[in-house]
Structure formats: C-alpha cells, structure tokens
C-alpha cells in the first residue's frame, strides 16, 4: 500500500491513490476496467448486477432445499443452512436498500 509522503499532506488537499481497481474512479482518474476487460459499468449495470446475484442466491437455496427433500442424502444440511441463510440475508439487505431509497425519494419530494 502506497501512503502519501508527509510533503503531500500539507494543507487541506491530499492526493488520493486507488488501491482497489474495483474501486470507482474519482475526479480526473481514469475509470478502471471492469472483469472483462471491457469499459466500465454504469450504475444501471451494477444495480442489475446486484439484484441477479441476489435473485440467484434465492434460486440456489431454492434448489437445494428441493434436493435435500427429494434426495436427502446427496445434500449436507449444514450446506442448505447456508445458502436459506445467505439468500435470507441478502433479500432483507435488498428490502432495506429499496425502502430507504424510497423514503429518501419521498423525502426529497415533500422538500418543496
């Protein structure tokens, strides 16, 4: 990790490096490139993007679950825990997003 020489940090303006590549580009940066290789993703994409992974972890907990009632010994129990809990997890985190932005939407149209 790179951190600034203490040169740099004189006043109220320090010069900030990317050290995550996945990280979103700041002002004046070049953006990184997404996995693929290809340019990169909007903010439409990404939200896309997160609602599948989420909408797969539903359908693979789903899948496991039928698999553990049909075929109860080719499926660990602990493995189906797993995957309702995570699938759990991430539809509760995807309904407080959508409800916060909601209010938050609401809120900006009452401002008037």
């Known amino acids: 990790m790179n951190f600034p020489e203490p040169i740099q940090a004189a006043g109220d303006v320090v010069t900030l490096t990317r050290t995550n590549p996945r990280h979103l ?6 953006a990184p490139a ?9 903010f439409g994409q990404l939200l ?3 609602l599948g992974s989420v909408n797969d972890s539903q359908i693979t907990s789903m899948d496991l679950t039928q698999r553990m009632i049909t075929k ?3 499926v660990n129990v602990h493995d189906v825990t797993i995957a309702l809990a995570e699938a759990n997890l ?3 985190m ?5 409800d916060r932005a ?3 939407y ?7």
């Open 90 to 92: 991430a539809l509760s």
């Open 72 to 74: 109860p010994d080719s």
């Open 34 to 42: 997404a996995a693929g290789g290809g340019p990169e993703q909007s």
């Open 94 to 98: 995807t309904k407080a997003i959508v």
């Open 48 to 50: 896309i993007g997160a």
């Open 25 to 30: 580009a700041g002002i004046g940066e070049s």
């Open 102 to 104: 909601l209010a938050a």
């Open 106 to 112: 609401r809120e900006i149209i009452n401002v008037r």
